[in-house]
């Protein structure tokens, strides 16, 4: 008899299972649900079978062929796009000239289908659906039968007020040819919704089908896992893989289970597997073809699919672990958990219960995985890096996650703590912002909320309001699918490594304490942030003789937060002031203004208007770079010299801190001003620690970072703009003049790919390379010669490597750079091929 197979879901819900893998072929005690099925037709005489594909048709082609290894004919009907159940099998109308089955191939049943095809006969039915009873039946379309089992009615989804029958559809139907004439052809059309209701509006013969057999619906997880238990339980009649080796416990061919490894029924064990010494395989597991299990692993009640890798002491409990794992020592994954294909966990891990992780991950060691892992590579044991909490938007931060970081940074700082808290100018980052804020409410904290706000002046409003600490939430230009949040102490200072930890300890451990209703935090919005800051500005900066000569300005403002104060400020400063991208509106992209071509746009404007000087704020103000009078971009490292020099001069000396990539004529600069260099690991908070530990007068980095710690403990590029506007005034002369007394000197930088599994051993072969130079280790390798130097050290992103060089000329520092770079290439080439 002929069957009809329907395969073309994507089996959604079921991901990250069936990212790589059509739902069909998802496999239930070691077996794809689709030969469960098959088998299950042939031993009934359904030997012609017509499977009807769409996602990732061509893997279940492939991996099923003709049937002749299954002892059954099957051929495919491909849906170029869906067609619904009942459109998928109208495909294939030429082909059933006589009493058919159609089945789904999502679930997994033992039902009787001779017993079916006699009910359907018996009571002269044109469409028989097999039904079962579900406790739950809301969750369902249900069907209403008389005593004789003819269908009166049928309910979608009904809610408890509707239920009148625990009957629903299994998505098992017989089917006479006739009723494909009701379908239309080539468009979408469904045998529930469409088709059985058009058959029972024309009094056609229609019946539902009650036997005692088993059925499950595959459709989540959880589902999933189920059915794997209730093949090992008996509780429905499949056929088991492998030898049964004792009652229950089922070995494949080539498994060398150890001795002393302990068994305990039942389970099924895949071929081509070893267990070691001491592994326990628990209750209710099945693992899957090629697997290792090392001593001391404890998998229970778990599924793990083929070539999985499972190291000394890890422990699965009631999890999916997909094909060719890899789960390192000390592991541990909960109740639910679902890893997709080719993920590796690190060492001592933990995947908390019911989180997802999607195939082609790598899980740090020590990390505590606690939301759903779906897009980027790497995920880290701690959620912060060098630019707070950064992810992508709707993924990997979520309104949800929001809030609950704004509830764990609220219990962290108790019940009355006063937080300040802004944004820039985009929608997602006020969606983030109000999470993070019902947050902090909930948990009883007071909060600031200062709206659109540059950082700088966020960092200043903690002070201004005497806050207990602040946040930002901003939408870097550089990946416009992110958000990033960052967390500062009293003081303005990104929190330390120590209070991170803490805020990851209550995340993770779900410590919240949130408040009772009356004492959940309020809500304010400050209106005196910018006039405060602008008038310690004003203070600061000896504005009285900027007015006398009024300079011509030209800032760009990066469509940034900085639009809403920047220009007022140098207004106010007495100069003339020629705003560009100074829009704040929404449509208004944020643009880099610190890179080559945004200068260089700069650079132009400043020559044919004839300004005095250009200014170039970043996105949220942090930063700035400059341009000469006569349109010439000042490089990082000579705008960082320049104000080395300035605050030396006024203090008469003092210590002074910037990174180790930073150019050696602050040296000679230093000395020659009597002040202290003080180098610091690269980044701003090696940066800002630094000015703290050594009380420095003045920290900066050659990216165009200023730090003046009299001030405030936070890069200010406002407050750095308008200090050199001063110096140039009050030295009466030019910024090209005050620039020409700066040493000339040749940088160059680098970025080479390394793949992040190497970095350890690159470091160590990097040091006996430059074996008998004089070498710091400060960040990286920073590596002396006579005529200059070179740092390497691995970069920010994860398979990268930074290389710095500096030297007399710019051919020297391109030589040193390239001569560093081909040794790292060697290094990695000798690592991948042993050579």
Request: aromatic share 8%; proline share 4%.
């Amino acid at each position: 008899m002929k069957a009809v197979i329907m395969a073309g879901g994507k089996g959604t819900r079921l991901r990250p299972l069936t990212s790589n893998l059509p739902k069909p072929m998802v496999p239930i005690a070691n077996k794809p649900i689709l030969i469960h099925i098959i088998e299950l037709l042939k031993k009934y005489d359904f030997d012609d079978i017509i499977i009807t594909v769409g996602y990732l048709g061509k893997k279940i082609s492939e991996m099923i062929g003709d049937g002749s290894n299954l002892g059954v004919k099957i051929t495919y009907s491909w849906e170029d796009r869906p067609l619904g159940t009942a459109g998928s099998v109208k495909q294939v109308e030429k082909k059933l000239d006589e009493t058919f089955l159609v089945i789904s191939s999502d679930i997994l049943t033992d039902i009787d289908l001779a017993h079916m095809l006699e009910f359907h006969k018996k009571r002269g039915s044109v469409a028989t659906l097999a039904l079962t009873r579900a406790e739950i039946p809301v969750a369902y379309g249900i069907v209403f039968t008389d005593e004789n089992g003819s269908i009166n009615r049928f309910k979608e989804k009904p809610g408890w007020s509707e239920v009148f029958s625990d009957k629903i559809n299994t998505g098992i139907y017989i089917l006479e040819p006739e009723v494909l004439r009701f379908i239309e052809e080539k468009q979408e059309f469904d045998f529930s919704k469409q088709l059985f209701p058009l058959l029972l509006e024309r009094g056609d013969p229609i019946f539902g089908y009650i036997g005692d057999f088993y059925w499950l619906d595959i459709g989540n997880p959880k589902k999933y896992i189920e059915a794997n238990h209730d093949v090992l339980i008996k509780k429905v009649r499949v056929n088991v893989a492998g030898e049964e080796i004792k009652e229950d416990i089922w070995v494949g061919e080539g498994t060398d289970v150890n001795l002393e490894a302990n068994l305990w029924a039942p389970v099924i064990i895949g071929q081509n597997c070893k267990v070691e010494k001491g592994a326990v395989i628990d209750r209710l597991t099945v693992i899957g073809d090629g697997v290792y299990i090392a001593k001391k692993a404890h998998v229970k009640r778990s599924i793990v699919w083929n070539n999985a890798t499972i190291r000394e002491g890890v422990k699965l409990e009631n999890c999916v672990i997909s094909s060719r794992v890899e789960l390192g020592a000390d592991s541990i994954v909960q109740t639910e958990a679902v890893i997709g294909d080719d993920c590796e966990i690190g060492n001592e891990s933990v995947i908390s219960q019911e989180r997802k992780i999607w195939p082609n991950k790598i899980i740090e060691s020590g990390s505590r995985v606690t939301t759903d892992v779906q897009l980027g590579t790497f995920v880290r044991r701690s959620f912060f890096g060098p630019n707070g909490i950064t992810g992508m938007i709707n993924f990997e931060i979520t309104p949800e996650f929001a809030t609950k970081l704004g509830a764990t940074f609220g219990t962290l700082l108790k019940p009355g703590a006063r937080v300040v808290i802004g944004r820039d100018n985009k929608n997602i980052s006020r969606m983030i912002k109000r999470a993070l804020i019902a947050g902090l409410m909930s948990a009883g904290v007071e909060v600031y909320n200062v709206e659109i706000m540059p950082l700088p002046l966020i960092k200043y409003a903690i002070r201004v309001f005497n806050a207990t600490a602040g946040v930002s939430v901003k939408n870097p230009y550089v990946n416009r699918d992110s958000i990033s949040i960052r967390f500062f102490d009293q003081d303005g200072v990104d929190v330390n490594r120590n209070i991170e930890t803490e805020i990851e300890d209550i995340f993770f451990k779900d410590k919240i304490k949130r408040v009772e209703p009356s004492r959940v935090g309020e809500v304010l919005n400050p209106v005196r942030t910018f006039e405060v800051y602008l008038n310690d500005v004003m203070k600061y900066i000896d504005y009285s003789i900027i007015r006398k000569q009024q300079p011509k300005v030209i800032l760009d403002c990066a469509n940034g937060s900085s639009s809403i104060i920047a220009p007022s400020l140098f207004q106010k400063l007495g100069c003339e002031v020629i705003s560009l991208n100074a829009q704040l509106a929404e449509g208004r992209g944020k643009k880099n203004s610190l890179t080559k071509d945004a200068l260089l746009d700069l650079s132009k404007t400043v020559r044919v208007l004839g300004a005095d000087i250009g200014i170039a704020l970043d996105e949220d103000a942090s930063r700035a770079l400059f341009v000469d009078s006569k349109g010439d971009i000042v490089e990082g490292d000579t705008a960082l010299a320049l104000f080395i020099k300035f605050r030396l001069n006024e203090r008469k000396g003092g210590a002074v801190c910037v990174p180790v990539s930073a150019s050696q004529v602050i040296d000679q600069i230093s000395e020659e001003n009597s002040g202290v260099i003080i180098r610091s690991k690269i980044g701003y908070r090696p940066l800002i620690e630094k000015i703290l530990e050594n009380k420095c007068i003045f920290g900066g980095e050659e990216t165009g970072g200023f730090v003046f710690p009299e001030f405030q403990f936070a890069r200010d590029g406002i407050l750095a703009s308008a200090y050199i506007l001063e110096q140039i005034v009050k030295q009466e002369t030019s910024l090209k003049e005050l620039l020409s007394e700066i040493p000339r000197f040749y940088m160059v930088k680098k970025v080479i790919e390394v793949p992040y599994q190497y970095r350890g051993k690159v470091m160590l072969q990097l040091v006996e390379e430059a074996f008998g130079h004089n070498i710091s280790t400060l960040d990286g390798i920073k590596i002396y010669f006579d005529y200059g130097w070179c740092l390497i050290r691995p970069g920010p992103d994860e398979n990268t490597f930074e290389i710095y060089a500096e030297a007399r000329s710019k051919e020297e520092a391109l030589q040193l750079i390239k001569h560093w770079a081909n040794i790292i290439e060697d290094i990695v080439h000798s690592i991948e091929t042993g050579i």
